[in-house]
């Protein structure tokens, strides 16, 4: 069975750090590009990160320089490191595989979320 | 970045109507667009990619058309489970943009 599943939210003060993990299984990791996309309590979606499979990387404008994606093909797992978090930053953390290998869509497996909760 | 305007932002339909929603871009994405329906609590679920190829297991009640700034997302024969909130997303360039939603609502 094609899953993913993330891990590593929580509740964190302002300008703390937290980083999540996305665990794959059933399908070829190595061979698909992965994002990372947010939703805040009760908004819309919002695209975060994504990381190809030779690890070309973007951002948001409004994570840039504050996170770090990575994966590591070994462990068959994506991961996000969030450092000087913000109040904004709450939100469900989904990583999001694209439909087939080495296409760029988001349209692929997505996990059930992790919520990131900034708070003081 | 690439802005997406859905329309409308929400719809009251009954059962077994057909609806009808649009997406606009605010630049040319080919066919670069995907539609996707998230129900309350819960992550959200791919409809279409490319436009109007219709992601596997998803029934052929919907349907997706458009290309290069106009887009559409059509449901036939509403069925209760039908009833969430509809987004779309382009995937033509960084950063991707998703619209900001349409709740389908019953009637």
């Known amino acids: 069975e094609v899953q993913l599943v993330e891990s590593g939210g929580g509740l964190v003060q302002p300008g703390g750090s937290l980083r999540l993990s996305c665990a794959a299984s059933g399908f070829t990791f190595n061979v698909y590009n992965m994002n990372w996309v947010r939703q805040a309590p009760g908004k819309g979606l919002e695209w975060v990160s994504y990381?190809?499979?030779?690890?070309?990387?973007y951002y948001a404008d409004s994570v840039k320089g504050r996170f770090t994606i990575s994966r590591d093909n070994a462990k068959n797992s994506l991961y996000l490191q969030m450092n000087s978090l913000r109040v904004e930053d709450t939100a469900v953390y989904y990583c999001?595989?694209?439909?087939?290998?080495?296409?760029?869509?988001?349209?692929?497996?997505w996990g059930r979320g992790t919520l990131v909760t900034v708070s003081s | 970045d690439i802005q997406m305007t859905q329309s409308p932002s929400s719809l009251s339909a009954s059962v077994g109507d057909r609806v009808t929603i649009t997406c606009r871009t605010s630049q040319a994405i080919s066919n670069s667009l995907a539609w996707f329906q998230q129900k309350p609590g819960k992550a959200p679920k791919s409809l279409i990619y490319?436009?109007?190829s219709l992601q596997r297991g998803v029934p052929s009640k919907f349907s997706g058309s458009g290309s290069g700034t106009e887009f559409t997302l059509s449901i036939s024969s509403l069925q209760p489970e039908d009833f969430a909130t509809y987004y779309c997303q382009q995937y033509y360039t960084y950063p991707y943009t998703f619209g900001q939603g349409t709740k389908l609502e019953i009637k």
């Open positions: 990381i190809g499979t030779t690890s070309a990387i």
């Open positions: 999001a595989s694209a439909t087939d290998p080495y296409k760029y869509d988001i349209s692929g497996q």
């Open positions: 490319g436009a109007s």
